[in-house]
């Protein structure tokens, strides 16, 4: 499975942008997906993940009622949509698959990952 990781950008704060992680392979609808975050001299963090159907997420702290994650298999996309975006979201943000179909908020839940999308919020 390769996921390729779009939609970054520059936003003011308080605006929105929406990330999508596209995967090829047939097996990617059975995977859970989750994205993660690296600002500049910090190490990479959770954000939100998925279940494989949908049926399940989980967000960090930081980021819950802001953030909301979500996925269409038949287009082999997950998608997540960030409102009221604030400076310290300012990150590269990559998405990640795991060959279960639902997996932790930890880096070594997953098995493949995309190469990450530059968010910048500006004050």
């Known amino acids: 499975v390769q996921l390729q990781a779009s939609g970054g950008g520059l936003v003011q704060a308080g605006g929105s942008l929406r990330l999508s992680c596209a995967a090829s392979?047939?097996?990617?609808?059975?995977?859970?997906v989750g994205w993660f975050r690296q600002a500049p001299g910090k190490e990479r963090e959770f954000v939100a993940n998925?279940?494989?159907?949908?049926?399940?997420?989980r967000y960090a702290d930081s980021v819950k009622g802001r953030f909301t994650i979500s996925r269409d298999n038949a287009k082999n996309t997950v998608y997540l949509q960030m409102n009221s975006l604030k400076p310290e979201d300012t990150a590269v943000y990559y998405c990640?698959?795991?060959?279960?179909?639902?997996?932790?908020?930890?880096?070594?839940?997953?098995?493949?990952w995309g190469q990450g999308t530059l968010v910048t919020v500006s004050s």
């Open positions: 990640a698959g795991a060959r279960a179909r639902w997996t932790s908020s930890s880096e070594s839940g997953y098995d493949y």
């Open positions: 392979g047939r097996t990617f609808s059975v995977y859970a």
């Open positions: 998925i279940a494989w159907s949908g049926s399940s997420t």
